[in-house]
Nanobody
Framework: QVRLVESGGGLVQAGGSLRLSCSAS????????MGWYRQAPGKERELVAH???????NYGDSVKGRFTISRDNRKSMVYLQMNSLKPEDTAVYYC??????????????WGRGTQVTVSS
C-alpha cells in the first residue's frame, strides 16, 4: 500500500510564494512518476506538474515559468515550489504517484490534498 501526505498549503497574497511537500511511504519502487494536480471549485482536476524517476518534468501550461517540481528519492519526497501566485491558482492540490509503462498508465495513488488560497 502507498500513502501520500501533502503539506505546505495555506493562504498567500497574489505575487507571493508557497512550497508544497509530499511525503511518500509504502511500496513505491514500481511507481516511476510523481506529481501534483489541483482542483478548483466547479472545475475538473488538472495536471500541475509531474516528474519521472529520472527527473524528466512536465508542467501544465498555466504554471510554466512560475512553478518548479522536484523530488528527493532518498527521502521519498516530492516538492512543488510555487512563485508569482495568482488568485486563479486557488485550489486543492493533490499529490499523485503512478506507474507508466510505454503508453499505459496505471497504479494511481492520491493524497488527501492541501488547500492553497491566493488572495487578490
Amino acid at each position: 500500500q502507498v500513502r501520500l501526505v501533502e503539506s505546505g498549503g495555506g493562504l498567500v497574497q497574489a505575487g507571493g510564494s508557497l512550497r508544497l511537500s509530499c511525503s511518500a511511504s509504502g511500496f513505491m519502487s514500481s511507481l516511476n512518476v510523481m506529481g501534483w494536480y489541483r482542483q478548483a471549485p466547479g472545475k475538473e482536476r488538472e495536471l500541475v506538474a509531474h516528474i519521472t524517476d529520472d527527473t524528466i518534468t512536465n508542467y501544465g501550461d498555466s504554471v510554466k515559468g512560475r512553478f518548479t517540481i522536484s523530488r528527493d528519492n532518498r527521502k521519498s519526497m516530492v516538492y512543488l515550489q510555487m512563485n508569482s501566485l495568482k488568485p486563479e491558482d486557488t485550489a486543492v492540490y493533490y499529490c499523485n504517484a503512478h506507474r507508466v509503462r510505454g503508453t499505459v498508465r496505471d497504479n494511481d495513488y492520491w493524497g488527501r490534498g492541501t488547500q492553497v488560497t491566493v488572495s487578490s
